[in-house]
């Protein structure tokens, strides 16, 4: 393209049907891609308005704008896949649309309609086409953001907002580096604390000192402000091996909660058991897929509170979200007691991968009308 004009050549690569990405080195981390879209709420109009997509680029505030002094702000994700006729899938966008709506209402913040979430949600997947891998091989993400952007500067709600979409192609939450069938060489495993961990399996840390909500908190929705506060335990527990941690419920410290961004799973024999959402675990959009996918297995499921002792007796355990959509946990660590678990070919978590994937990408039929083709 040496002899085309910086327009011409940008032009040149859009009008291309996929992206230069290197689609199997993908993992869960940003590649830029064209457009993004930005509509405001401001105080006169008071109302969402004027919709339009952008480059992706940076963004301007005000210094003293709601969400960069005192975090209100939310944020969700979902994925767009390909099916194997080049057809473009949503997954249960509506979903995320009401979840945005019930955070932004906690967070004393106007939300979009769940009609300008899709369209936006739409739009944005359509104008970054070329970066939805192709099928089998990975997921466009799709992050819409909710900030309070108005000149305020005292603790209130904010006068104006920005709701933004942008996206990124993704593969794996946590990259596989190995496959299991590997010999145990030494640069496919961490060895501490003399425990050996594969490179790519789950393996979770419970956390006994650090809560990520507090009942009346904002644990039930995905408040930005949720997240950063378990930097600190989980980058420790993440030099030590650990791919995650799982969080205690604050009141008795000893019921599980969820994951840093997933939701948590015990199966034994015919049950499936999951954290019940009283406001301090995030209702997974997965999660709640899986308990309808398993219960169609025949499986009783249950939400309610689990004792951390009665994970220990689980067959297998299995975490859910977006991103990883599901992955057994290969080993929980508690008081320095490490559990291991079953996983691989047949286990129940691969059985409802497969079939969430299947409907998700088309390839199996979507009985229950979770997806939406937009192309
Ligand atoms: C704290 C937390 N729990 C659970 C989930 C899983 O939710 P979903 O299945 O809707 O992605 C997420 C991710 O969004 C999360 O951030």
């Not at 030494?186 to 604390?193: G, Q, R, S, T």
Request: net charge neutral; hydrophobic share 35%; proline share 4%.
């Amino acid at each position: 393209m040496g002899s085309l004009s910086k327009q011409e050549q940008v032009e040149c690569r859009e009008k291309a049907e996929y992206a230069n990405v290197n689609w199997d080195e993908l993992g869960f981390a940003l590649t830029k891609t064209d457009y993004m879209y930005v509509m405001n709420f401001t105080e006169e109009e008071q109302k969402f308005f004027n919709g339009t997509l952008t480059r992706f680029g940076n963004i301007e505030m005000c210094p003293s704008s709601g969400i960069l002094n005192y975090g209100q702000g939310l944020f969700e994700g979902l994925k767009a896949y390909r099916k194997e006729d080049e057809g473009i899938l949503l997954f249960r966008p509506q979903e995320n649309a009401l979840r945005m709506k019930m955070g932004a209402d906690r967070m004393c913040m106007p939300s979009p309609t769940v009609d300008q979430f899709i369209d936006a949600v739409k739009k944005t997947v359509l104008a970054n086409k070329r970066w939805v891998p192709p099928y089998g091989r990975g997921s466009l993400y799709v992050r819409p953001l909710l900030m309070g952007t108005g000149r305020n500067l005292g603790v209130k709600p904010s006068s104006d907002y920005t709701f933004l979409v942008y996206a990124s192609p993704v593969g794996n939450y946590h990259k596989v580096y190995c496959c299991r069938e590997a010999s145990l060489k030494v640069k496919h495993v961490l060895e501490l604390n003399n425990t050996l961990f594969l490179k790519g399996d789950l393996n979770l840390m419970v956390e006994d000192n650090v809560h990520r909500a507090i009942p009346g908190g904002t644990g039930g929705i995905k408040a930005v402000t949720n997240y950063s506060p378990v930097y600190k335990p989980l980058t420790e527990a993440k030099a030590k091996g650990f791919s995650d941690l799982l969080f205690l419920d604050a009141s008795t410290g000893s019921n599980i909660e969820e994951g840093s961004a997933c939701n948590i799973f015990i199966l034994k024999g015919n049950v499936i058991s999951t954290p019940a959402t009283h406001g301090t675990i995030l209702p997974g959009i997965t999660r709640k897929s899986i308990m309808e996918i398993a219960s169609g297995f025949g499986y009783q499921v249950e939400e309610r509170a689990i004792p951390i002792k009665e994970v220990f007796d689980a067959e297998e355990v299995f975490c859910t979200g977006t991103a990883m959509v599901v992955k057994s946990v290969a080993s929980i660590t508690y008081q320095g007691k490490r559990i291991q678990y079953k996983l691989g070919a047949e286990t129940l978590a691969q059985k409802l991968h497969a079939t969430l994937t299947g409907i998700q990408t088309g390839l199996i039929e979507d009985k229950l009308g979770w997806t939406m083709l937009i192309d």
